[in-house]
């Protein structure tokens, strides 16, 4: 955290004992009786060269599925996108159904823009646990009496069903359909087509790996969770299982356990 030091820190708030204590702590460094740092609550760290790096405000980080995440980054990369007027990230409990907090991203656009496109660009630009679970497309942010946005007055988010069901192209093939089975059961939502992004659809980390699971029960056979990252639609998914089909399934395998553990137990038996 920032602190400033000096003769330009004021000497507190305005009748706000409580707060003045909080935000005007001693000065360590200084030799003068009674000098005061000011913390200011913004993150940063100083680079190489010595220049100091603002990172964003330390009341803006949270804390989801045990990654520490500065909203005020992800709030950049979808201002980066040329159609996004406005964007505000919050994490949000309960978002969509789900028990855990998610990351919800409400933008106000110039032009129409699609959520899935917002997400692939601040997938371009950050790492997977950053990207909204979901973003909700607003005319202007709701704001208080004194100009600020009022958090209070955002909608909770909703699947777009009227855009889901625009692009829902239904799974052909049984395969595709045990896919779309289990990702309708996880992710809460009535229809999954071959073509919808698992991520795009609000899936994060841990749904996955309890993907994985309903996924082998389903299959029968064995899915790693690098597989489920590298083809998140259900088309892609699909195609790779079946161009991989001569991998051995879940029986196979624990059969082959079984007769390996055996075989080094007689070994065991004939050296002793």
């Not at 600020?148 to 777009?160: C, G, Q």
């Not at 799974?171 to 595709?176: D, G, H």
Request: hydrophobic fraction near 40%; charge should be neutral.
């Amino acid at each position: 955290e920032l602190y400033i030091g000096g003769m330009g820190v004021g000497r507190g708030y305005l009748r706000r004992p409580g707060l003045t204590a909080e935000k005007f702590v001693p000065d360590p460094f200084s030799t003068e009786g009674g000098a005061r740092l000011y913390r200011t609550g913004d993150v940063a760290r100083f680079r190489p060269d010595g220049e100091i790096e603002f990172l964003g405000r330390s009341d803006h980080q949270v804390k989801i599925r045990g990654f520490r995440i500065e909203l005020g980054e992800i709030e950049a990369a979808l201002t980066a996108h040329a159609a996004v007027r406005q964007a505000l990230v919050v994490a949000r409990a309960g978002a969509g159904g789900a028990a855990a907090a998610q990351l919800v991203a409400y933008v106000v656009c110039e032009g129409e823009v699609e959520a899935a496109e917002l997400r692939r660009h601040v997938r371009e630009r950050l790492p997977e646990y950053m990207v909204p679970g979901w973003i909700v497309m607003l005319d202007e942010m709701p704001l208080t009496p004194n100009g600020k946005i009022d958090r209070r007055r955002l909608p909770a988010p909703e699947h777009d069903y009227a855009e889901l069901a625009k692009t829902y192209v239904a799974p052909q093939t049984e395969l595709e359909q045990h896919i779309a089975q289990v990702w309708q059961q996880l992710l809460g939502i009535e229809k999954v087509g071959v073509n919808d992004n698992f991520f795009d659809l609000g899936g994060h980390s841990l749904l996955i790996v309890k993907g994985q699971g309903k996924l082998q029960e389903a299959l029968g056979r064995a899915v790693s969770i690098v597989e489920l990252f590298q083809y998140p639609t259900v088309s892609s998914l699909a195609r790779h299982l079946g161009e991989n089909g001569s991998q051995p399934t879940l029986d196979e395998r624990g059969q082959h356990r079984a007769e390996t553990r055996k075989g080094l137990t007689k070994r065991r038996r004939r050296a002793s």
